[in-house]
């Protein structure tokens, strides 16, 4: 459940700096997905990649996701160089059918309507690109983190009170779960428990692991 907008980047600073840490960028623009990144306690960067993410034709909602992914990150790694990029990208999928961001308060009232009651699965797709490798194939690391989730069954009234006080029209799925959604929501099962949020933290740990980022050097202790 996340947003994109126009490229622009800044830098966070952490409480803990290692020089032979490589740059890592973020590329989103979404505030949660800072926050779950800054949980790892490592510097990096954010930047919001300008992309298309109409979904193909034919496309799976899984295709869709680990495509748009892969997108964001590539589009950030030629303009940065030598760097790792995060991408992810989120598909709410309903009946295998995809349920796009609404809008506005209609299309998520309407959304909410036929989701009540029901289990939703949120593709979390993600992608880190090395760019560090010369060749592109080796590059990006890719994987799709699914995440089931059961909306409670309520009435009109209290859905539409709760689009008004949120107003998560530019969300799959109409609900944010790191916010007031969670009221609404009975169940959330996943492998990966910050995937829905928008950042899969298991996965994405295990990538920058591979990337050779080391997350327990001495270098990297408290001061």
């Not at 909410?112 to 949120?122: A, C, D, S, W």
């Not at 944010?176 to 492998?191: H, M, V, Y």
């Amino acid at each position: 459940m996340f947003q994109h907008g126009a490229w622009r980047a800044f830098t966070m600073t952490q409480h803990r700096t290692d020089s032979t840490l490589p740059r890592l960028i973020l590329g989103s623009s979404s505030v949660y997905r800072k926050e779950l990144l800054g949980r790892l306690g490592l510097p990096f960067e954010t930047m919001a990649p300008d992309i298309d993410e109409t979904p193909h034709p034919d496309e799976t909602p899984e295709a869709t996701a680990l495509r748009l992914a892969r997108e964001k990150a590539a589009a950030i790694a030629v303009r940065v160089g030598p760097a790792l990029v995060i991408g992810s990208d989120q598909v709410a999928t309903l009946d295998g059918l995809q349920i796009g961001k609404p809008g506005n308060h209609t299309n998520a009232l309407k959304q909410l309507q036929l989701m009540r009651g029901r289990e939703v699965i949120f593709h979390t797709a993600l992608c880190l690109w090395d760019g560090r490798q010369s060749n592109a194939a080796a590059a990006a690391q890719v994987c799709n983190v699914q995440t089931v989730v059961r909306f409670r069954d309520l009435e009109d009234a209290e859905l539409d009170a709760y689009l008004r006080i949120e107003q998560p029209y530019d969300c799959a799925g109409s609900a944010k779960n790191e916010g007031l959604g969670i009221a609404i929501l009975e169940s959330i099962r996943s492998d990966d428990p910050t995937a829905l949020t928008g950042l899969p933290l298991i996965a994405l740990t295990g990538m920058l692991r591979r990337a050779g980022v080391p997350f327990f050097s001495a270098g990297r202790a408290a001061q």
